[in-house]
């Protein structure tokens, strides 16, 4: 299953709503999570089941969607959110990944 | 909260073989399948072998199939990736990540992920 996101690149400011769009080549139902990663460090999960946000990620992130068309909404962009953002989906094997969205400051 | 360690990376020549080891911290480590994820220099992110929480079922694409070989050590709380004959494009940060649900079943979402060892193939 391929997962194409988009865009693959963004330029916001602090305080900006920033959306992230995920689509699946296929239905995947809510098998669909989001992950976090900075520059030189390991991805960190933000939500699975494609809204079900991770402990400890602020409130501030939501995720949304179903069968092929997903959504991760940043409502109020702050400094420690640049970084890039992948979603990953779980329905079937092979596990994949989709190709990332990079979020950079204006 | 666990912990995972990732090591055994490095520079390798092409056509030999590697293993990578990756260590858990706390005592729950038997009870959550686990999973490698490599990055190759600058590129996304690609799952490369799963294993259930008790070693009996293992999960690979296609594209390494016969070539990486996951297996654990419950006794140890350690998790490896074995990779033979190593091409240039096997070049990447490996990652060990925890399987985002513990039981009989392999969730196949990461809730944890260790730092990475980065492989190097080149002659």
């Known amino acids: 299953i391929q997962l194409t996101q988009s865009p693959s690149s963004l330029s916001a400011s602090v305080g900006d709503r920033v959306t992230i769009t995920c689509r699946a080549s296929q239905g995947i139902s809510s098998y669909l999570a989001w992950y976090q990663q900075k520059p030189g460090k390991a991805p960190k999960c933000l939500f699975y089941?494609?809204?079900t946000l991770q402990s400890g990620v602020p409130s501030r992130f939501s995720g949304s969607g179903s069968g092929t068309d997903f959504t991760l909404t940043i409502s109020s962009l702050q400094p420690e959110d640049f970084a890039t953002y992948y979603c990953?989906?779980?329905?079937?094997?092979?596990?994949?990944f989709g190709g990332g969205t990079k979020v950079e400051i204006k | 909260q666990v912990q995972l360690v990732e090591s055994g990376g490095g520079v390798v020549q092409p056509g030999r073989s590697l293993r990578l080891s990756c260590a858990a911290s706390?005592?729950?480590?038997?009870?959550?399948?686990m999973h490698w994820v490599r990055q190759s220099p600058g590129k996304g992110l690609e799952w490369m072998a799963g294993?259930?929480?008790?070693?009996?079922?293992?999960y690979y694409p296609d594209s390494v199939k016969g070539r990486f070989t996951i297996s654990r050590d419950n006794s140890k709380n350690t998790l490896f990736l074995q990779i033979n004959s190593l091409r240039a494009e096997d070049t990447a940060v490996f990652y060990c990540a925890r399987d985002g649900g513990s039981g009989t079943y392999s969730h196949d979402w990461f809730d944890t992920w260790g730092q990475g060892t980065l492989v190097t193939v080149s002659s």
């Open positions: 089941a494609a809204s």
């Open positions: 990953q989906q779980y329905n079937s094997h092979p596990l994949t």
């Open positions: 294993i259930s929480y008790d070693g009996s079922n293992e």
């Open positions: 706390g005592s729950t480590f038997s009870s959550y399948a």
